[in-house]
């Protein structure tokens, strides 16, 4: 199985700030990477896909990129709504699998 | 608008059974395949099973920690998936959530999540 590694775990930013996750693949899924949001109770929601292409009405404060075993997920400038956990996702392989999460709150 | 809405979650005794359904609807449903994912609570995401569509003789997938215990099944006809969970253990305590997969493998979709308790 493929395992992906986030990091780091948990953060703390204040308002305005640029965030970045990283996600390390344990062998090369080329581009074949997807970040979501999480909010307490709700379903995930898909932010990024293909690593760097940003979802239908996502706002553009998100980006990814990345490929073959290191990826990054950016927020430019963190606002309150973001406050959520974010998770990667590989598709290169089944079983399909996720990074661990990191939990973005603010400072 | 699509839509997804699981159902059938509940509280059920270590090496029981249960079975989830997962009503899609605006979409069309017979051509997309469609996954199970679960969170166990205050977990990360775990990857349940897939099933495709007709046009891939509807082949199923599963993580190792179900395989032999869950079946992924769906009806076209009535636009719903399923999930036969059998040979329950409390480490399947979780929330089981249905998603669609597109053609460039984005869970575009997901529903609100049914929860499903393993307890004695």
Redesign the interface.
Known sequence: ?IQMTQSPSSLSASVGDRVTITCQASQDIKN?L?W?Q?KPGK????LI??ASNL?TGVPSRFSGGGSGTDFTFTIRSLQPEDIATY?C?Q?DD????????TKVEIK | EVQLVESGGGLVQPGGSLKLSCAASGFIFSGSPMHWVRQAPGKGLEWVGRIKTKANNYATAYAASVKGRFTISRDDSKNTAFLQMNSLKTEDTAVYYCTRITGDFRFDFWGQGTLVTVSS
């Open positions: 199985d074949y997807n979501y999480q379903a995930p929601e898909l896909y293909g979802e998770y996702q598709y089944l079983p399909l699998t996720f990074g661990g999460g």
